[in-house]
C-alpha cells in the first residue's frame, strides 16, 4: 500500500499522482473516487474560493485522474472506476 498526501482540490494534482505511479512502478487496477467535502450557507455569502475548491475536486479532478490512467487500463483490458 502507498499512501500519497495531496490536495486533490488543487489543478494538476491528478498529473502528480500518475507521475508518481509511473515513477514508482506502481499499477493501478482501480480508480475510487470516495475525496470530497461539503459546504452549506447562502451561495453569495459562502466563501468563493471553497466553492471553486469542491468543484475542482468534485469534478476536475476525477475526470483528470480518468484521462490518465485510462490509456494504460484499456491496454491492460482493465477498466474499473468507483464513484463513493
Do not use: H
Not at 53 to 59: K, Q
Not at 71 to 84: A, D, L, M, Q, T
Amino acid at each position: 500500500m502507498w499512501v500519497l498526501a495531496y490536495d486533490l482540490s488543487q489543478p494538476d494534482v491528478a498529473v502528480k499522482v500518475y507521475n508518481y505511479t509511473l515513477e514508482q512502478g506502481i499499477t493501478v487496477d482501480a480508480l475510487v473516487n470516495n475525496a470530497g467535502f461539503g459546504d452549506f450557507g447562502s451561495f453569495w455569502e459562502v466563501d468563493p474560493k471553497r466553492q471553486t475548491d469542491l468543484m475542482y475536486l468534485n469534478a476536475m479532478t476525477p475526470v483528470q485522474l480518468t484521462r490518465c490512467f485510462l490509456p494504460r487500463s484499456v491496454c491492460r483490458k482493465i477498466i474499473k472506476k468507483v464513484n463513493g
